[in-house]
């Protein structure tokens, strides 16, 4: 035991130590990563919630866009759980950077398909006002959405290539 740092043998140590308590990162949520992923849970929610809440059924176009604001919002709640409860890092052979920015650029594509299905399938002439509001404004939603998965993609792409950090630290671990 001593070549482990100190950390390392907190979690591996007692059966009353830490290692079974994940810590709450609140780097993560004053980043821009997690506080556009906090966002997207937002307004993907606010988007799936005011097309269940017409009758959507009846337009075959509305399922898709149920389908991809649905998907989204639950993938991204469990990321931002991960994230938060820095559940990554004990599966650190996964390449998180990697999997969050395919992750983030497949949602801006079918968000701005969505989007696009949304906005076009509103019609003013709904026989329910109720109806024509709440897909208007799930249009909107869906179209915000579609920015902030699209900065979540940049960001999670200089993340992966590591811009802004000094490669030769980043690399190096405690060995003492």
Do not use: E
């Amino acid at each position: 035991m001593a070549g482990l740092s100190g950390a390392a043998r907190t979690r591996s140590g007692s059966p009353g130590s830490s290692a079974a308590l994940p810590a709450l990162d609140g780097a993560f949520l004053r980043s821009p990563l997690g506080g556009l992923m906090g966002a997207q849970a937002v307004l993907g929610l606010l988007v799936w919630a005011l097309i269940a809440d017409t009758t959507y059924h009846l337009h075959a176009a509305y399922g898709w866009v149920m389908f991809v604001s649905i998907f989204f919002w639950i993938v991204t709640v469990l990321f931002f759980v991960t994230y938060l409860l820095q559940l990554q890092l004990r599966f650190y052979m996964i390449p998180w950077p990697l999997v969050l920015m395919i992750f983030n650029a497949v949602a801006t594509v079918l968000y701005i398909t969505a989007f696009v299905t949304c906005a076009a399938a509103v019609q003013p002439t709904s026989w329910r006002q109720w109806d024509y509001n709440r897909r208007a404004a799930a249009s909107f939603f869906a179209g915000l959405t579609m920015i902030a998965y699209g900065a979540s993609t940049f960001f999670s792409f200089r993340a992966w290539k590591g811009f802004g950090s000094n490669a030769a630290t980043s690399q190096v671990t405690d060995h003492t």
